[in-house]
Nanobody, 122 residues
Framework: QVHLVESGGGSVQAGGSLRLSCAASEYIYSWYSMGWFRQAPGKEREGVAGLYADGTTSYADSVKGRFTISKDNAKNTLYLQMNSLKPEDTAMYYC????????????????WGQGTQVTVSS
């Protein structure tokens, strides 16, 4: 059982930056894919960024060029650097992991964190 704990959320003005972290309770092996999802009030959960076991990454069109996903294997931690934040980025952000890339891509990963709130004011 992998436990994921997010941190780094908060309130920021538009144009600001935040870095989210996701610490895993145990070693996330190289064959695991990980990603970030978000859900705003009244909206469906959406994928934000993925870092896959095959070394590829993906981003939602709405965050391309502004967000960067990365992983520190030594610290067993996944990151999401968010720059040029917009009010529409306001949401609860969740870290997720699965040993199946397909599961992550289709929004059904096995392991989820509890979420961290990001609020961007205009």
């Amino acid at each position: 059982q992998v436990h994921l704990v997010e941190s780094g959320g908060g309130s920021v003005q538009a144009g600001g930056s935040l870095r989210l972290s996701c610490a895993a309770s145990e070693y996330i092996y190289s064959w695991y894919s990980m990603g970030w999802f978000r859900q705003a009030p009244g909206k469906e959960r959406e994928g934000v960024a993925g870092l896959y076991a095959d070394g590829t990454t993906s981003y939602a069109d709405s965050v391309k060029g502004r967000f960067t996903i990365s992983k520190d294997n030594a610290k067993n931690t996944l990151y999401l650097q968010m720059n040029s934040l917009k009010p529409e980025d306001t949401a609860m952000y969740y870290c997720a992991a699965d040993n199946s890339k397909v599961s992550l891509v289709y929004g059904a990963p096995k392991y989820w964190g509890q979420g961290t709130q990001v609020t961007v004011s205009s």
